[in-house]
């Protein structure tokens, strides 16, 4: 008898036109996962066995997958006669707690003597036999029972555990994070990810208004994040230039309206130029002066490229749940300045008007600035923490 691991796709399986693209995907990322380690993997369009000698490990690693519906630790035979397709189940179930059950049988030998149902039917009277209350219940069972017999060899599963669920990381092709050393842009970033979006990070920093203390800790949260991806990119803007000629030259109360329109100029710009589709940010509605529907109209109206925000409508204690859970919140709440909180004026305008922005931003030529921001951004391509990969379901 050998341990093995069953995959099962979940919400993949009902997009039947793209279900082949997605399976791909998703071998292809669990691949970039496992590439350090013995294994092989065979699949269909149900499911993917994964064979190693490593699969504790393994199951570690495909937790952080997305497209993962369940992962169920199995068991593969050597041997496919009915006697001793018995004698295994029989050993399988001692002790195992089952009351309603369901045998599915696949039987890729259409050779065999017996018929699917002719198996489900002969191996759910060893369940009746040997587990106490035993039931069977075609329709809405606690406990499936998977059999599935193949040439001179035979596999039996029960269920397992949920993963994470999602599409693939990649087969929505991708989009640039707007990343800050704050709670609520990772979040936004992994639930991009959860999506199928393949995500780029880029964050602006201002030296030295901001230390390198703060952008490592961006740099911390993006490994965390590419847990769930493998690698991230992330693109570090210098904005220092910006952010002062934004002080020197705009009426205070428009800072921050005016310094997140900039960021939303170079964001859009760098998308394009790395073909992401999109922007991802953290904004929530609310939150700050610079979230209210009005200042969300005002800073938005600089792009043309949709703007994704994931948290947009949750609570902060939400925000703050999925954070703990997907391994940031504690890199996030270490203290550190960001470009926002250094010029942080006494009082941010609420109701930012379109026009004013307009007028003010004629005040100073910020275009130069703007392209050399992008023409010296500094990229840095992240890998996941190495193999510190915690159990986090
Ligand atoms: P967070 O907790 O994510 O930092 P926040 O509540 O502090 O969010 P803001 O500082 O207003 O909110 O920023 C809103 C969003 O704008 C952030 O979630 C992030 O997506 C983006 N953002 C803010 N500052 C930066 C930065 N320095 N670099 C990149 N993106 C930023
Ligand atoms: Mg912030």
Do not use: W
């Amino acid at each position: 008898m050998q341990k093995i691991i069953i995959i099962k796709y979940g919400e993949l399986t009902t997009k039947k036109g793209n279900i082949k693209f997605f399976i791909k995907t998703l071998k292809k990322n669990i691949d970039e996962s496992l590439k350090d380690l013995d294994y092989k993997i065979e699949y269909d369009n149900g499911r993917m066995f994964i064979f190693s000698d490593n699969l504790d490990l393994i199951k570690k690693r495909l937790k952080y997958i997305f497209g993962i519906h369940e992962i169920i630790i199995g068991y593969e035979f050597t041997t496919t006669a009915i006697e001793d397709l018995k004698n295994n189940l029989k050993n399988l179930i001692v002790d195992k707690p089952i009351s309603t059950f369901k045998i599915r049988t696949k039987r890729s030998d259409k050779t065999y003597p017996l018929t699917s149902m002719e198996i489900s039917s002969t191996l759910g009277g060893v369940v009746l036999k040997n587990v106490p209350n035993s039931k069977v219940d075609v329709h809405n069972p606690e406990t499936f029972i998977d059999v599935e017999i193949r040439l001179n060899k035979s596999y039996i599963y029960f269920d397992g555990t949920l993963s994470l669920g999602g599409y693939p990381v990649g087969v929505q092709g991708k989009g640039l994070l707007m990343l800050s050393g704050g709670i609520d842009s990772p979040v936004a970033g992994y639930l991009a990810m959860k999506r199928g979006v393949r995500i780029e990070g880029i964050y602006f920093e201002s030296p030295p208004h901001t230390s390198d203390a703060a952008k490592e800790k961006v740099k911390t949260l993006t490994k965390t994040l590419s847990s769930y991806s493998s690698y991230i990119k992330l693109h570090v803007i210098n904005f220092t230039e910006i952010q002062e000629a934004i002080y020197k030259n705009i009426p205070h109360e428009y800072l921050i309206t005016i310094m997140r329109r900039m960021m939303y100029r170079i964001s859009e710009r760098l998308a394009h130029k790395n073909n992401a589709k999109i922007i991802i940010n953290g904004e929530s509605i609310g939150q700050v002066a610079s979230q209210t529907l009005s200042s969300m109209n005002v800073i938005n109206e600089v792009v043309k490229i949709p703007v994704i925000r994931p948290v947009a409508c949750l609570d902060k204690l939400e925000i703050i749940s999925l954070a703990k859970k997907i391994g940031t919140y504690e890199t996030s709440i270490l203290p550190f300045e960001d470009c926002c909180t250094i010029f942080v004026p006494d009082h941010p305008v609420i109701n930012p008007e379109i026009k004013k922005c307009e007028e003010y931003e004629q005040l100073f030529d910020f275009e130069p600035l703007l392209k050399s921001a992008i023409a010296n951004e500094e990229i840095i391509k992240i890998t996941p923490h190495d193999k510190k990969f915690e159990d986090i379901l």
